[in-house]
């Protein structure tokens, strides 16, 4: 079992920065794929970025390619998603997921994540 705890939202305008943290404990981080998926009321979980355990592999949503940035750090057992350009449209509750892994692939789905954290909110304001 691995836990995962999410920090770094917050209220933002419009075309700023937030930095996000999943902190991964209780097994080897390295071995986990990690998403990052967002839900904003009324609507359904949505992938956001995902990397491989070894960070070698990264998939974005078209949504936030450009924007965002996912990255890891195995040594700290934390997995970053860097957000610019914020947009209004971005405000939801962001939860981090992982996965073990067998191999070095890159994950997508909701459904293929074990492993969820309680999420943390991100406000654009326009």
């Known amino acids: 079992q691995v836990q995962l705890v999410e920090s770094g939202g917050g209220l933002v305008q419009a075309g700023g920065s937030l930095r996000l943290l999943c902190a991964g404990s209780?097994?080897?981080?390295?071995?986990?794929?990690v998403g990052w998926f967002r839900q904003a009321p009324g609507k359904e979980r949505e992938f956001v970025a995902a990397i491989s355990r070894s960070g070698g592999r990264i998939s974005y949503a078209d949504s936030v390619k450009g924007r965002f940035t996912i990255s890891r750090d195995n040594a700290e057992n934390t997995v970053y998603l860097q957000m610019n350009s914020l947009k209004p449209e971005d405000t939801a509750v962001y939860y981090c997921?992982?996965?073990?892994?067998?191999?070095?692939?890159?994950?997508?789905?909701?459904?293929?994540?074990?492993?969820w954290g309680q999420g943390t909110q991100v406000t654009v304001s326009s």
């Open positions: 997921a992982a996965v073990f892994s067998p191999s070095d692939t890159v994950l997508t789905g909701t459904g293929e994540y074990i492993h």
């Open positions: 209780g097994r080897i981080f390295s071995l986990y794929g």
